[in-house]
Every structure is written in structure tokens, then in C-alpha cells.
């Protein structure tokens, strides 16, 4: 096929996964799985080529990721029923004091998002944020905004949140490097989205706690005997960040310890991603599980309870890889990537650009994250791309996926019903934060990659 013929085939099927899914409704990893299909028959390549695309594209992406999501879910849903969302939250305001609760909120936000899925960090916090709008008087804006920035940072830039670890897969990026320009990239754009973006438009936004939510509103002032069932801050914060230690202690090994050591070879085997975050999985059901009274049969179910929502994000995952792998077979990478040394295009904006766009056009951040991650995955072997500058990738890709977040997706429709906000206001506070967290990430990303 010629060289205009792939670009227009790559740009018929990104077309048709759009179609797929915000027209038709299909599930997008059906969508994924019909578009691979189509895309390679319509190359040429014959369908015993097509088939063996897809198995090596499923088999290639799902085997690393299926156990790093998988476990991560688990270790987030004891986490959950613990008590260790509310016991952050309570001691950071506490430490931070009443003028800086909106500091502590967005702090909150960025920690316990780690291991929580973003929706569910905010339907256990959120009676917290009504207790202090009540109390205060303030527009409901003022806590609610710094909380949801530091949930959506840590939930689209930090791994182990199943999106960067879908991307880092499928651009094979070092997860320790993801995690520190995650960091690098999500704190500025938590304080600027969070704290500062939500003093301004509580200001110009008065929001009041919905009536509905009054009569349930779970009270947030702590007696000492409920203290007591809570587990302790400095447990809940080690069991967070156990994993990425652990990880980044492998990233950086190679600078502290000789290759062939035996401490090399330890380091190596507990900083993979997957046995990082199963030993802290083992850890958390004992420590909060065991240890706190909940019986084998109780955390059995919690944990199977936590997979419940990891299978759908490890099979969409799995259909990116697809995907990308049937671009690759097609050649359509090496057309993309010789058009943008054309048009003098930079990867990391092209990136940026792709991930928007698909963001914007159907709303899940998974797909957009997916989708733009398999477009791009071609390329990078054409341009050879490598080290750090993948992980660069994965949160350029993170930040566009961000963007924008309006009416086609459910992470919109969930903070209006929960503040209470017109659709209007919600596109004014929560949609602008969010662009806000695109923009700066992507900013970042584009400042470390002209020193690597």
C-alpha cells in the first residue's frame, strides 16, 4: 500500500474506534478488537497475518500489565474498607490547620489516589468536604477542587493507576521513570489546579452542600473511641509508598549497585513492578486485614471485590496492544513518523496533540490514553526513541488524555451530582481544573525532554 494509503487507512481507523464508541455504544475493547481486525485486512496482510498480530499484541501487553492492575486493585479495595482514605485525610487537615485545609485536602488527594481509583477516593471523602463547607461557611468549591486535583493528577500521571501502567506498557517505558517525572510533572500541576485554581473560582462560585446530600452526610468529627478503629497515618502512608520505593530502588540501582551482585539481583526482583506491589498487597491484608480483626473469608471477598473493576482496564489495555501491534505490522508507524520529521512535528507534541483529541472526542481517559499510546508505539522504533524520554511520553500522553473533561465523560457527570453544580457551573470549575492539570503536565514534560 502507498504511503497516503496507510495515512489515510491510520486515520480511517482512529475515525471508526470513535464512531464505535460514542456512536454505536460498543464496548471499547470491542471497538479496539474490530478496528485491528479491519485495519490489517485492508493493509493487505492476509488474515493468518492479521490473527498472529493480535494474539502477539494481547499476549505481549495483558502479561505484565494483568498482574501489576490486578494486584494494585486488590491492595486499593482493603485500603478502602480499612479506613485509611479517612485516616489521611483527618490527620493532613489536622497537621495543616484551618487556614491551610485546602493544602492538606489537595495532599489527601495526591496520596490516596495512588491506590485508590479516583471515582471511589471521592465518594469516601466527600462527606468530609460537606462537614467543612457547612462549618465554614465557604463555597463547597474551595475543598472539593484541591481534593478532586490531587486525585486526578496521581490517578492520570503516577503508576500504579492503571493508566500510566497501560501506557508504560505499551511504549515499554521504565516505570521508575515514569513515577519520578510523574511526580516531577503532577505536583505543580496539583498546587495551580488544586489550592490556587480553587481559592479563585470559590470566589466567583458560590456552591452550598446539596440538600439531598445534608440528610446523609457522614459526620466528619471524629470521637477518640472511632480514632481507635482507624489504622494508624504513618501505617496507611508506608503501605502507599512502599511500592514506588521499591520500584524507584530498581529504577536507580544501576548507579548504586554492581551489576552480577547478589544486592543487584534483590533489587531487581522486588523493584519489579509486579512483585513490588504483591508484597505490599501481602503486607495490607495482613496489616489491615488480619491484624484488625476481618476473618480469611472477609478479606478474600474484599479483594475479589477490588478485581472487579480491573478486568475491564487490563482487557481495553490488552486491545491497545492489538492495535499497535497491527500498525506496526502494517508499516503505518514508519509513514507516521516520517510525516512529523516532515512537518518538523516533535513527538512529545504529536503525542500531546493525539491523546486530546481522542479525549476530547469520547470522554474515558483510559481510552484516549490507550488509543493515543497505540498510534504512537510504531513510531517510536522508527525514531528510536528510548530511556527516560519513553517515560516522558507516557505522561505526555497522560496529560492530553486529561483534558477537558465535559459532558461525554462519567467523571464529569459524578462530581456535579455530588456538589450539586448546574452543568454550566461544572463545566466552569471542574472541566476548567482539569484542562489546567493538561496544560501543566504537558508543559512540564516539554521542559525535561530539551535536557534529556
Do not use: C
Amino acid at each position: 500500500m502507498s504511503t497516503v494509503g496507510l495515512i489515510l487507512l491510520a486515520a480511517f481507523g482512529i475515525a471508526l474506534l470513535l464512531f464505535l464508541v460514542i456512536k454505536t455504544k460498543l464496548q471499547a475493547f470491542l471497538a479496539l478488537l474490530v478496528v485491528s481486525y479491519l485495519v490489517g485486512l485492508l493493509s493487505g496482510m492476509n488474515p493468518s497475518e492479521v490473527l498472529q498480530a493480535v494474539n502477539d499484541g494481547m499476549g505481549g501487553t495483558v502479561a505484565e500489565v494483568a498482574v501489576i492492575i490486578g494486584v494494585g486493585s486488590m491492595f486499593g479495595e482493603i485500603l478502602k474498607a480499612s479506613g485509611g482514605a479517612e485516616r489521611l485525610a483527618m490527620t493532613l487537615m489536622d497537621k495543616f490547620g484551618e487556614k491551610r485545609v485546602n493544602w492538606a485536602l489537595m495532599l489527601t488527594g495526591v496520596i490516596i489516589s495512588i491506590p485508590v481509583f479516583l471515582d471511589v477516593a471521592f465518594v469516601i471523602l466527600v462527606p468530609i468536604l460537606y462537614s467543612l463547607a457547612q462549618k465554614t461557611k465557604k463555597s463547597l468549591l474551595f475543598f472539593a477542587i484541591p481534593l478532586l486535583a490531587g486525585l486526578a493528577v496521581t490517578h492520570s500521571f503516577v503508576p500504579p493507576t492503571p493508566g500510566p501502567i497501560a501506557v508504560s506498557s505499551l511504549l515499554d517505558a521504565n516505570l521508575g521513570w515514569v513515577i519520578l517525572f510523574g511526580l516531577m510533572a503532577g505536583i505543580p500541576a496539583a498546587v495551580l489546579a488544586g489550592p490556587v485554581f480553587g481559592t479563585y473560582i470559590s470566589k466567583k462560585m458560590h456552591i452550598e452542600v446539596p440538600k439531598e446530600m445534608l440528610e446523609n452526610m457522614a459526620e466528619t468529627a471524629r470521637g477518640k473511641e472511632y480514632d481507635k478503629e482507624l489504622p494508624s497515618f504513618k501505617m496507611i502512608a508506608s503501605l502507599i509508598l512502599l511500592p514506588l520505593v521499591l520500584i524507584l530502588l530498581n529504577t536507580f540501582s544501576s548507579a548504586m549497585v554492581a551489576d552480577g551482585s547478589t544486592a543487584k539481583s534483590v533489587l531487581t526482583f522486588i523493584g519489579n513492578p509486579g512483585v513490588a506491589l504483591t508484597i505490599t498487597a501481602l503486607l495490607t491484608f495482613y496489616l489491615l486485614g488480619t491484624r484488625r480483626g476481618y476473618t480469611k473469608e472477609d478479606i478474600q471477598q474484599i479483594a475479589t471485590k477490588g478485581l472487579e473493576p480491573a478486568g475491564v482496564i487490563i482487557l481495553i489495555t490488552g486491545a491497545g496492544g492489538v492495535f499497535g501491534e497491527v500498525l506496526v505490522a502494517t508499516g503505518i508507524g514508519d509513514v507516521i513518523a516520517e510525516t512529523m520529521q516532515n512537518l518538523n512535528v516533535p513527538i512529545i507534541v504529536f503525542a500531546f496533540i493525539v491523546a486530546s483529541a481522542v479525549r476530547i472526542a469520547q470522554g474515558s481517559a483510559t481510552v484516549a490514553m490507550v488509543t493515543a499510546a497505540s498510534l504512537i508505539s510504531p513510531v517510536i522504533g522508527t525514531l528510536g526513541i528510548e530511556g527516560p524520554m519513553l517515560a516522558l511520553l507516557v505522561i505526555t500522553i497522560a496529560s492530553g488524555a486529561t483534558i477537558a473533561s465535559h459532558v461525554n465523560d462519567s467523571g464529569f457527570w459524578m462530581v456535579s451530582r455530588f456538589l450539586g453544580m448546574s452543568e454550566k457551573d461544572t463545566l466552569k470549575s471542574w472541566t476548567v481544573m482539569e484542562t489546567i492539570i493538561a496544560f501543566v503536565g504537558f508543559g512540564v514534560s516539554l521542559i525535561i525532554s530539551m535536557f534529556i
